[in-house]
């Protein structure tokens, strides 16, 4: 007699569904950009979404009880000069969150009490170094105030953003940086590059940790820290185009610790790690489905749980903090599906119980939306790690304080009337007009000299 023996799991039968129709969104005008980012990112209040616009970048902020279909002309956030590239919630201020653009800007924004309502163009603080494109930002998971973001120029800077001050500075890559990833107490920093090389870095001095050879193909491959496992997972491509995840020692990314073929298809795939249950979500731009792995201490060091298939494709996804899932349904995970059609379809991952008590087993103590460091304590060497909370009795937010930024920063975010962007075609098309008649006039005027000169010239000529 023969039999299987299954492995025991809490989360092997975890399914997801997705929200009618009416309570998701629908009518956004994503953007159309080509770099593999998830153009989108979740809160507990909010859902922002990266737009397609011209004369600027431009990204669309929306309730999240504002379902259903979104009006073409609700207010946005328009402070950008180029295309924006990414954008991220603050996990410790719901109203607060970061993006970048071609324009070589990272701009934090506060969004008002209640939403947008009006459109904003006035970030917070505008913080300027990189000198190419800026392809990524990702918030510091403990300490106030400090962002990180990476650009096209191949740095990574660590910015302070109630002084408006870069205070770190990370120049050992060669090529574009993919992604970033922060570990458990925000001590070190994991990257994926174009050089095919992943990195664990310390954060703050910038030194290179531990480094190996990551995927071998040329598309690019994301990274995420697995939370207090001090293990990496990676999601990237081999040299036969084929793709496939890989499971890392932090502490030695020389060889990974196993590396599996997923499946054939093209598109970039993004990882989300859930630290309380240890499980990654796995979405593949261009997919229509979403995987979902367990991670664990021992080989194989990761298993496939089960997948989430639908036939629309998805262009990002946003990945919504533990403390705003409805834990009395024993909801573990929700995620915000981005499609090429404007649509954003809400998918809820749930474990089936039919019990009506809270379930300690599957909400253990979750991250807190607290930093509980200060940016100087941190970059004085001081490390903590993220405080945590119980979901039993629900979570209620603590009373947030205004983000108090330096009189110096403030001014260096404030764009004159006459050096801002123009807004839409008209504007644009009103400057270029101007812009033509200032060089014609400016031409005019060189040959005129250019003929006074000549005649000064032959007069001095005619004297000597």
Same mark, same amino acid.
């Given at each position: 007699?023969?039999?299987?023996?299954?492995?025991?799991?809490?989360?092997?039968?975890?399914?997801?569904?997705?929200?009618?129709?009416?309570?998701?969104?629908?009518?956004?005008?994503?953007?159309?950009?080509?770099?593999?980012?998830?153009?989108?990112?979740?809160?507990?209040?909010?859902?922002?979404?990266?737009?397609?616009?011209?004369?600027?970048?431009?990204?669309?902020?929306?309730?999240? &009880? !504002?379902?259903?279909?979104?009006?073409?002309?609700?207010?946005?956030?328009?402070?950008?000069?180029?295309?924006?590239?990414?954008?991220?919630?603050?996990?410790?201020?719901?109203?607060?969150?970061?993006?970048?653009? /071609?324009?070589?800007?990272?701009?934090?924004?506060?969004?008002? /009490?209640?939403?947008?309502?009006?459109?904003?163009?006035?970030?917070?603080?505008?913080?300027?170094?990189?000198?190419?494109?800026?392809?990524?930002? &990702?918030?510091?998971?403990?300490?106030?105030?400090?962002?990180?973001?990476?650009?096209?120029? @191949?740095?990574?800077?660590?910015? !302070?953003?109630?002084?408006? /001050?870069?205070?770190?500075?990370?120049?050992?890559?060669?090529?574009?940086?993919?992604?970033?990833?922060?570990?458990?107490?925000?001590?070190?920093?994991?990257?994926?590059?174009?050089?095919?090389?992943?990195?664990?870095?310390?954060?703050?001095?910038?030194?290179?940790?531990?480094?190996?050879?990551?995927?071998?193909?040329?598309?690019?491959?994301?990274?995420?820290?697995?939370?207090?496992?001090?293990?990496?997972?990676?999601?990237?491509?081999?040299?036969? !185009?084929?793709?496939?995840?890989?499971?890392?020692?932090?502490?030695?990314?020389? $060889?990974?610790?196993?590396?599996?073929?997923?499946?054939?298809?093209?598109?970039?795939?993004?990882?989300?790690?859930?630290?309380?249950?240890?499980?990654?979500?796995?979405?593949?731009?261009?997919?229509?489905?979403?995987?979902?792995?367990?991670?664990?201490?021992?080989?194989?060091?990761?298993?496939?749980?089960?997948?989430?298939?639908?036939?629309?494709?998805?262009?990002?996804?946003?990945?919504?903090?533990?403390?705003?899932?409805?834990?009395?349904?024993? &909801?573990? =995970?929700?995620? @915000?599906?981005?499609?090429? $059609?404007?649509?954003?379809?809400?998918?809820?991952?749930?474990?089936?119980?039919?019990?009506?008590?809270?379930?300690?087993?599957?909400?253990?103590?979750?991250? =807190?939306?607290?930093?509980?460091?200060?940016?100087?304590?941190?970059? =004085?060497?001081? !490390?903590?790690?993220?405080?945590?909370?119980?979901?039993?009795?629900?979570?209620?937010?603590? %009373?947030?304080? $205004?983000?108090? +930024?330096?009189?110096?920063?403030?001014?260096?975010?404030? +764009?004159?009337?006459?050096?801002?962007?123009?807004?839409?075609?008209? /504007?644009?098309?009103?400057?270029?007009?101007?812009?033509?008649?200032?060089?014609? %006039?400016?031409?005019?005027?060189?040959?005129? %000299?250019?003929?006074?000169?000549?005649?000064?010239?032959?007069?001095?000529?005619?004297?000597?």
């Amino acid at each position: 007699m023969s039999f299987r023996i299954v492995r025991q799991s809490k989360f092997r039968h975890v399914f997801g569904t997705a929200q009618k129709r009416e309570k998701c969104y629908d009518g956004i005008r994503t953007t159309k950009n080509a770099w593999d980012s998830p153009f989108c990112s979740v809160n507990s209040k909010f859902l922002a979404v990266v737009l397609e616009s011209a004369g600027g970048g431009s990204f669309t902020v929306i309730n999240l &009880e !504002n379902t259903g279909r979104v009006d073409l002309n609700a207010p946005k956030v328009a402070g950008h000069a180029s295309a924006v590239l990414d954008i991220k919630f603050c996990p410790f201020n719901d109203n607060l969150i970061a993006s970048c653009s /071609e324009d070589c800007t990272v701009k934090v924004w506060e969004i008002p /009490e209640g939403g947008l309502t009006d459109t904003m163009t006035q970030p917070v603080v505008d913080l300027r170094g990189h000198q190419r494109r800026v392809g990524v930002v &990702e918030w510091h998971p403990t300490a106030e105030n400090i962002l990180y973001s990476a650009g096209f120029d @191949y740095m990574i800077y660590g910015w !302070n953003i109630a002084t408006g /001050e870069a205070v770190t500075e990370i120049s050992c890559h060669t090529d574009t940086i993919y992604c970033m990833s922060f570990s458990w107490d925000g001590a070190l920093l994991a990257t994926t590059s174009k050089d095919k090389k992943i990195r664990v870095i310390d954060a703050r001095s910038g030194e290179v940790v531990s480094e190996g050879a990551s995927h071998a193909g040329a598309k690019p491959a994301r990274v995420t820290w697995c939370g207090t496992m001090n293990k990496l997972f990676s999601a990237g491509f081999s040299k036969m !185009n084929e793709r496939q995840y890989a499971v890392w020692d932090a502490t030695n990314v020389e $060889k990974p610790l196993t590396m599996e073929m997923i499946d054939t298809s093209s598109g970039v795939l993004f990882p989300f790690f859930d630290e309380d249950t240890k499980m990654i979500y796995l979405a593949g731009k261009g997919d229509g489905n979403i995987r979902y792995f367990e991670i664990v201490d021992d080989r194989p060091y990761c298993h496939f749980l089960s997948e989430y298939r639908t036939s629309t494709p998805q262009r990002g996804v946003a990945y919504m903090p533990k403390r705003a899932l409805n834990v009395g349904d024993c &909801e573990i =995970a929700r995620l @915000y599906k981005l499609t090429p $059609k404007g649509f954003v379809e809400v998918v809820s991952f749930t474990v089936p119980r039919k019990a009506t008590v809270f379930q300690e087993d599957i909400f253990p103590p979750t991250k =807190a939306d607290e930093a509980v460091i200060s940016a100087e304590d941190w970059l =004085a060497g001081s !490390n903590a790690e993220p405080k945590m909370v119980s979901l039993k009795d629900g979570y209620t937010p603590p %009373a947030r304080a $205004k983000l108090q +930024v330096q009189e110096a920063a403030k001014k260096a975010a404030e +764009v004159p009337a006459a050096d801002a962007p123009p807004k839409g075609e008209k /504007e644009l098309l009103k400057a270029w007009h101007a812009q033509k008649k200032e060089i014609e %006039a400016l031409q005019a005027q060189l040959a005129t %000299a250019s003929i006074k000169i000549r005649t000064l010239e032959t007069q001095l000529g005619a004297s000597s």
